[in-house]
């Protein structure tokens, strides 16, 4: 194409022979100048190019670990809410009326349910810490993508860290070595086995009373941030599959 505009330039330039070296030089100037700027068009546009399939890339990284934890929360959540509600059921009436109302194997069930609702999460970092690691996050142009980012990783995920360990101890050391050897509850318990079967008396329902009052009030609250996690996840994917739908880049 410079081939071409250089005919024409030397062809009006030879009109007007005592200027015509003029008009050469001044030419020859511009093919260079356009050149260059159709070659500096051409190369950011091959980086923009290529940063914007690194973008493309992230986003369907993210996708995938956070589809990852969805999964893992739903059925976290499953177990929490399961918890929960026997604790409520637990806690609700008096230890005659509890007693009264349910069988030896109802409450050995309640008992056990409230053990098995504690399940630890372990939401996957690696692309998140890449992005912060990395100074990946000047990449994405959505402002509602990177709060919803920080929400999540930064603040749900790391208060969820914080209280995983105290939950670990008050289900999986405190409240586990309770039913074990107060109740005659295990991991191993078969209900319809008489050798692990017991006649619960009133002193034995206050005393599970007494230990799931200890429990109730953080796994209320930790049962209310894994379902707060679980909207950031959904509100994320949203926003991030609309990203990815609107690639209009060519």
């Not at 509890?98 to 053990?115: G, H």
């Amino acid at each position: 194409m410079i081939n071409f505009f250089r005919k024409i330039r030397k062809q009006l330039a030879d009109d007007n022979k005592p200027i015509k070296y003029f008009r050469y030089a001044i030419g020859e100037i511009l093919l260079v100048v356009i050149g260059i700027l159709i070659a500096l068009s051409i190369n950011n546009w091959n980086e923009q190019r290529k940063e914007h399939l690194k973008v493309n890339k992230l986003f369907e990284n993210l996708e995938s670990s956070l589809k990852t934890d969805s999964i893992a929360l739903i059925e976290i959540i499953s177990r929490s809410d399961k918890a929960v509600s026997n604790m409520k059921i637990i806690l609700d009436n008096t230890a005659p009326q509890f007693r009264d109302q349910y069988s030896d194997s109802e409450i050995r069930i309640m008992a056990r349910a409230v053990f098995e609702g504690v399940y630890s999460f372990y939401p996957k970092m690696g692309v998140y810490n890449q992005i912060m690691s990395s100074n990946l996050m000047s990449l994405i142009q959505s402002n509602d993508i990177k709060d919803a980012l920080r929400l999540y990783y930064d603040f749900r995920c790391t208060r969820y860290r914080t209280l995983d360990p105290l939950m670990d101890t008050k289900f999986h050391i405190n409240y586990q070595s309770f039913l074990a050897e107060e109740l005659h509850i295990t991991h191993n318990t078969h209900f319809d086995t008489v050798d692990y079967q017991k006649a619960y008396v009133i002193k034995d329902i206050e005393a599970l009373q007494t230990e799931v009052k200890k429990l109730y009030d953080l796994s209320f609250g930790v049962d209310g941030i894994v379902k707060e996690m679980k909207q950031d996840i959904d509100n994320l994917l949203i926003l991030i599959a609309s990203e990815l739908a609107n690639d209009y880049f060519f």
